[in-house]
């Protein structure tokens, strides 16, 4: 790719991310983007197809680095049941804030809080819902393994996933300084972790 266009791009992301900071995909606006790097709408054109695909380029590669943690995740829990037919405890969505969430808080707010308008509006719900289909399938993979697993149906764990998620992902809604966002994960981990180790007989 020619350095001018290199350049460009990074104007145009740069601008656009302040962009939907600031006002949200919903409100934000092509033309005071190209205001913001001093661009024209043909020029901006050149690099995104619309509003929608410029906030792609922003929130996608946030959104796979958390992806990619949570099936690293879930895989970490099913091969010692798969390997050694036992249930190991081994790290917890607390681990995926703060090893990717609080590195780069701001492209998760942008995600989480400023996606109204979005296909990823409901990116926490979608968060959630698979989660839940995950631990269900997990708790039968369990059983199917001679061990002990909680008996609960899928609308008492949306609702344990949901409090959870929700109070997790509360200190980047409202963007969180770092130190503050830290603080309150502590008091979270020192909430939620207990009881989840207690719901699986650890």
Not at 35 to 54: G, N, S, V
Not at 80 to 90: A, G, L, N, S, T
Not at 156 to 175: D, I, K, R, S
Request: charged content about 30%; glycine content about 4%.
């Amino acid at each position: 790719m020619p350095r001018d266009k290199t350049i460009s791009h990074i104007k145009i992301m740069t601008a656009a991310k302040a962009e939907f900071l600031e006002m949200g995909f919903e409100k934000a606006s092509m033309r005071r983007i190209g205001e913001r790097c001093q661009m024209t709408a043909a020029a901006i054109y050149r690099h995104c197809r619309d509003k929608e695909d410029l906030f792609y380029q922003l929130v996608s590669p946030a959104e796979e680095k958390l992806m990619n943690w949570a099936y690293a995740h879930m895989q970490r829990y099913e091969e010692p049941v798969k390997k050694r037919r036992k249930m190991v405890w081994q790290d917890s969505f607390i681990d995926m804030m703060r090893e990717v969430i609080y590195p780069d808080m701001e492209d998760y707010h942008l995600l989480i809080a400023k996606s109204k308008g979005s296909k990823y509006e409901n990116f926490l719900h979608g968060m959630t819902e698979m989660a839940q289909d995950k631990f269900l399938a997990y708790l039968e993979e369990l059983r199917a393994s001679g061990i002990s697993a909680p008996e609960m149906t899928a609308q008492q764990l949306h609702l344990l996933l949901t409090a959870y998620l929700t109070a997790l992902f509360e200190p980047v809604v409202h963007n969180y300084p770092r130190k503050e966002a830290e603080e309150a994960l502590v008091t979270l981990e020192k909430f939620f972790l207990p009881g989840w180790k207690k719901l699986m007989g650890v």
